[in-house]
């Protein structure tokens, strides 16, 4: 819970060239809302750091409302490929279950997006975001044609989506229309972390890489692009 430490003073939130304080941009923000991020390949969560934070303080804010004491984590989930599973707790993405293996195959994959009744989802940008993903078909539960489940998952995604971003590992996507700014520390620091949580190359790797994109500046700045529903489902 130590997200609860950030206000909404701390993020420079830009949308379309307009500066916009956190709780404009998050007036329709409450604390039932559910917040999903797809990190494939585990680690490239990291580049949508700022928004998940802007969210989590969001959904402090909601409770700030009412009194300064309470104990509450938001009901936000990282959506992985790989095992073993980073962990996403410095991201208030706790307790560990919430980061969810989701398999490699598309009807599974939404069927974990749909059955946490997520309403914000965060997918990675590019069309082969996720490279691990299997081409092999999926089939539907028994007893279920595979247009009746998929027309059913679909109506689900369109029920309980309500905005949908596409954001970059790197931190900075294409033809961006919202840019979020904050200082360096604690974000990089909570977000080194979140890569350290698992112990390999890869890992190794990824933790280096953050670390020499972000130790020598003072603001983290990250980029995303509100996209449709349609795109979304697309780049999960």
């Keep these: 819970m130590h997200g609860a430490k950030l206000r ?6 830009t949308v379309n060239g307009n500066l916009l304080p956190l709780a404009d941009y998050f007036s329709n923000h409450t604390d039932t809302t559910r917040l999903g991020v797809v990190a494939p390949n585990r680690f490239e969560g990291v580049g949508a750091t700022n928004l998940i934070m802007a969210h989590v303080t969001a959904f402090y804010d909601c409770y700030r409302a009412v009194s300064e004491d309470f104990f509450a984590y938001p009901d936000y989930f990282s959506f992985q ?3 073993p599973l980073a962990r996403y707790g410095m991201f208030d993405i706790a307790p560990a279950h919430k980061n969810v293996l989701i398999g490699d195959n598309y009807r599974a994959q939404l069927s974990a997006i749909t059955d946490r009744a997520i309403n914000i989802l965060l997918v990675p940008e590019g069309p082969s975001a996720d490279l691990h993903r299997s081409s092999r078909p999926h089939a539907p ?3 279920w044609s595979t247009e009746l489940y998929d027309g059913l998952q679909l109506a689900a995604a369109e029920r309980l989506i309500d905005a949908c971003y596409a954001y970059s590992a790197s931190g900075s996507v294409q033809d961006h229309d919202v840019v979020i700014r904050c200082k ?3 974000l990089t620091e909570w977000a080194e972390a979140v890569i350290n949580s698992v112990d390999d190359d890869q890992s190794q790797a990824a933790a280096a890489e953050w670390k ?5 500046s003072e603001t983290l700045e990250q980029t995303y692009r509100r996209i449709s529903l349609q795109e979304a489902l697309i780049l999960i």
């Excluded at 909404?8 to 939130?13: A, L």
């Excluded at 020499?212 to 020598?216: F, G, L």
Aim: proline share 10%; no cysteine; aromatic share 4%.
């Design 141 to 143: 539960p028994d007893g």
């Design 8 to 13: 909404d003073t701390d993020f420079e939130i």
């Design 184 to 186: 360096n520390e604690p």
């Design 81 to 83: 490929t790989i095992e």
């Design 212 to 216: 020499a994109a972000h130790s020598n």
